[in-house]
């Protein structure tokens, strides 16, 4: 595997792989239990057992196996795949997508201001093609989905991507979804040079 970065933030740690793709996955933690999002496995969730008690695997995108279920099993903890919700958790839960062939789960936690998404927003260059911080999936673009609008998150973590935080976070997520179509002629010229990273 490529070598991974590790960003130690208020929620707990985001780990991304330094590929074209950017994936990435977090640990987040809450009274000393710990949620892992759309793990990759590595050895650097050896450190989990340092954050606190592993809760459960969510994975956010129905697409999005990496290694969720494996992981789950190492730890002992329940897999919950796309959930309707995250039951003895603070997450609250926005069904984002919820189409054939694309079923995407969002999480919101309140009491932080937090706002975790797999697939339907992004950091990385094929998301923004180079020009804004925060952009929208290619394929969601022409209609973007409006259920995360109107949230007015103090952290952004993606499923591709460095984590955003702070006082923009809000403006960034809403011109996202602003920009989408207006966006899109240049984020498909930009597309082959963010592949190749």
Known sequence: M???SV????LGLTWTVEEPMRRSFHALVDEER????????????????ELGRPAAVLQLLDRHNRDC???????????????????????ETIPVVRAPGWK?????????????????????????????????HLFLRPFAPSMLRGIEPG????????AVHGAAVPAL??????GSRSELPRVLMALPGAIRG
């Open 2 to 4: 490529p070598g991974l």
């Open 7 to 10: 960003e130690e933030h208020a």
């Open 34 to 49: 710990v949620w892992l999002i759309d793990p990759i496995d590595d050895p650097v969730l050896g450190v989990v057992a």
């Open 69 to 91: 279920e494996t992981i789950a099993q190492l730890f002992g903890v329940p897999h919950l795949k796309v959930p309707d919700a995250v039951p003895d958790s603070p997450f």
């Open 104 to 136: 995407e789960t969002a999480l919101w936690w309140p009491q932080r201001r937090a706002l975790i998404v797999a697939e339907v927003l992004g950091t990385n260059r094929m998301y923004t093609a180079g020009r804004q911080k925060v952009g929208m």
């Open 155 to 162: 952290h952004l973590l993606v499923g591709h991507g460095r």
């Open 173 to 178: 997520v809403e011109a996202a979804h602003a």
